[in-house]
């Protein structure tokens, strides 16, 4: 891929910052979301499609036989739903805002250790 952006030295960046006329700027902008876009959708798309295989399939495995290989009776699967369904829902925006104040890597760690924790409960009957 061509180099959308040569190196400049900050004097004749400041220069183009300058002097340059609006058209000039406006192409220079273009080219910048352009090479923002082919990096960061590609990314984004991946997520999107990889949740949403993830909520298709919990429909899938109960059909496949995941209530018998569980042991799971009556409403069990359900309650399994709820346990998953509510609280993402519920907490994804205050984990989404949170992300900002916290290192990404820390506070991963710290969902899928609590996450663990809440579905090790006996209580709950999902024992992982």
């Known amino acids: 891929m061509a180099n ?3 190196k400049k030295t900050s004097s004749e960046a400041l220069e183009l910052s300058s002097t340059s006329s609006a058209d000039e700027k406006s192409s220079l902008e273009r080219a910048l979301l352009r090479k923002l ?3 960061i959708l590609p990314l984004l798309f991946l997520a999107y499609i990889t949740t949403f295989i993830d909520r298709a399939n919990i429909g899938n495995v ?7 290989d569980l ?3 009556g409403n069990d699967y359900n309650m ?6 509510v609280p993402f829902i519920l907490l994804e925006l205050p984990s989404s805002l949170a992300l900002r104040r916290y ?3 820390n506070y991963i760690a710290f969902i899928m250790f609590g996450w663990g924790k809440i579905l090790e409960h006996e209580d709950s009957g999902l024992m992982c």
């Open 4 to 6: 959308l952006f040569p």
């Open 37 to 39: 876009d082919l990096r």
């Open 62 to 68: 109960k059909i496949e036989g995941m209530l018998t």
């Open 71 to 73: 042991e799971m009776k």
């Open 80 to 85: 399994a739903l709820i346990l998953y369904a």
């Open 103 to 105: 290192k990404p890597g």
